[in-house]
């Protein structure tokens, strides 16, 4: 079970069904995005760096601020960080200008 004062980061899912193992891709990705300096930390005790690279790279769900940071972080190659790619990013700046 995720700790309780993370549950402000999961507003759109019922909370208490939320497992940590089973939905770990979810709990990471939404973690690394808007978490803060404590979640971040358990985070980073709780799972395996080769997991949260690994969510890092397919998750098309990261900011470019935030996929930028954590690339620099992990020493990811951009390249290889699906929401880094230019022609992902040109869509979605098409799709949403803002």
């Given at each position: 079970?995720?700790?309780?004062?993370?549950?402000?980061?999961?507003w759109?899912?019922?909370?208490?069904?939320?497992?940590?193992?089973?939905?770990k891709?979810?709990?990471?990705?939404r973690?690394?995005?808007?978490?803060?300096?404590?979640?971040?930390?358990?985070?980073?005790?709780?799972?395996?760096?080769?997991?949260?690279?690994?969510v890092?790279?397919?998750?098309r769900?990261?900011?470019?601020?935030?996929?930028?940071?954590?690339?620099?972080?992990?020493?990811?190659?951009?390249?290889?960080i699906?929401?880094?790619?230019?022609?992902?990013?040109?869509?979605?700046?098409?799709?949403?200008?803002?």
């Amino acid at each position: 079970m995720l700790p309780k004062q993370f549950e402000k980061y999961f507003w759109d899912v019922d909370f208490e069904k939320l497992d940590e193992k089973k939905h770990k891709q979810y709990v990471v990705a939404r973690l690394l995005e808007h978490g803060d300096l404590e979640s971040v930390r358990w985070l980073l005790k709780k799972y395996q760096n080769r997991t949260i690279k690994k969510v890092l790279m397919k998750s098309r769900e990261f900011t470019e601020k935030t996929a930028n940071f954590w690339a620099n972080y992990f020493g990811l190659n951009k390249n290889n960080i699906l929401c880094l790619r230019k022609s992902y990013l040109k869509r979605r700046r098409e799709l949403w200008p803002y």
